[in-house]
């Protein structure tokens, strides 16, 4: 076993339809057995909402559109 003393962070990007920033939709729910966040460890009691270690944070995205769909 190596002494690590040193850490490297780094930051994943994951998109949620407006609105719906629940953890159902969340890639990080692990469903297969239980309902646990892969990211805290926390076993996720009601997944229409969010966790209560939910470590994830929220800001606006804006994409302008024209009529028929492109920008």
């Known amino acids: 076993m190596s002494d690590c003393l040193e850490y490297t962070a780094a930051?994943?990007?994951i998109y949620f339809e407006?609105?719906?920033e629940r953890c159902?939709?969340?890639p990080?729910?692990?469903?297969?057995?239980?309902?646990?966040c892969r990211k805290t460890g926390e076993y996720v009691v009601n997944i229409k909402g969010r966790g209560s270690w939910c470590?994830?944070?929220f800001e606006e995205v804006f994409?302008?559109?024209t009529e028929d769909g492109k920008n």
């Open 28 to 36: 990080l729910l692990e469903t297969y057995s239980r309902n646990m």
């Open 24 to 26: 159902c939709y969340c």
């Open 11 to 13: 930051t994943a990007v």
């Open 63 to 65: 994409e302008e559109r």
């Open 18 to 20: 407006k609105g719906e």
């Open 55 to 57: 470590p994830l944070v």
